[in-house]
Structure formats: C-alpha cells, structure tokens
Nanobody, 125 residues
Framework: QVQLVESGGGLVQAGGSLRLSCAAS????????MGWFRQAPGKEREFVAA?????????DYVDSVKGRFTISRDNAKNTVYLQMNSLKPEDTAVYYC?????????????????WGQGTQVTVSS
C-alpha cells in the first residue's frame, strides 16, 4: 500500500508557473504508475497527465495541457512532479495525485487505487 501527499499548489498569475510534487510512502515506488488529475469547481474530475512505472518511459497528457505541463518522476525520492508553465485561469482546480501498482494506467481514473488529498491551484487573470 502507498500513501500520497501532494504539495506545491498556490495562487499564481496567468502566464506563471508552479511545480506540484507528490511524495509517496513505501519502498516499491518505482513499481507504481502515477497520474495527475484535477477537479474544478462544479466540474467532474478530469485526467491531466500520467507516467509509467520504472523509469517513466511512457507519458500522456490531456490535450489542453500539452506543451505546457510536464510530468516526471524521481524514484530515488519517491516523488512524482507536475511542472506547470504558461498557466491559464482555466487550469484552476484541485490537483490530485494517483497511483497504482501497474506499469501504466494512463487516463483510466477508475484503475488508480491510491489517491492523495489534493492541492489547490488558483490562476488569476
């Protein structure tokens, strides 16, 4: 089992950057695939980015963040990151980190068995 703790959220102006971190407990972090999801007020939670287990050779992004967001992982630190650049007001949401002990789950939200508590990202115009 793994526990996830997100950090790095906050208030930023449009065009700015934030880096979210998700620290995982446990000694087998590299065997978990990771994902970032977000939920804006009044909307359903949506997929943002995913990375495969092991070296993280596979990644995927929702179209709206491609070219602006980058997901990465540091297995030595048991941490996955989401670098968010050129932020827009529509990126405002609670961002959740998710994990599953599988090579890759991609956009399959219901396949991730472990979730963090979320971190708020607010982008002002």
């Amino acid at each position: 089992q793994v526990q996830l703790v997100e950090s790095g959220g906050g208030l930023v102006q449009a065009g700015g950057s934030l880096r979210l971190s998700c620290a995982a407990s446990g000694r087998t972090f590299s065997s978990y695939c990771m994902g970032w999801f977000r939920q804006a007020p009044g909307k359903e939670r949506e997929f943002v980015a995913a990375i495969s287990g092991n070296s993280g050779g596979m990644t995927d992004y929702v179209d709206s963040v491609k070219g602006r967001f980058t997901i990465s992982r540091d297995n030595a630190k048991n941490t996955v990151y989401l670098q968010m650049n050129s932020l827009k007001p529509e990126d405002t949401a609670v961002y959740y980190c998710a994990a599953d002990q599988a090579y890759y789950r991609g956009t399959q939200e219901d396949k991730y068995n472990y979730w963090g508590q979320g971190t708020q990202v607010t982008v002002s115009s």
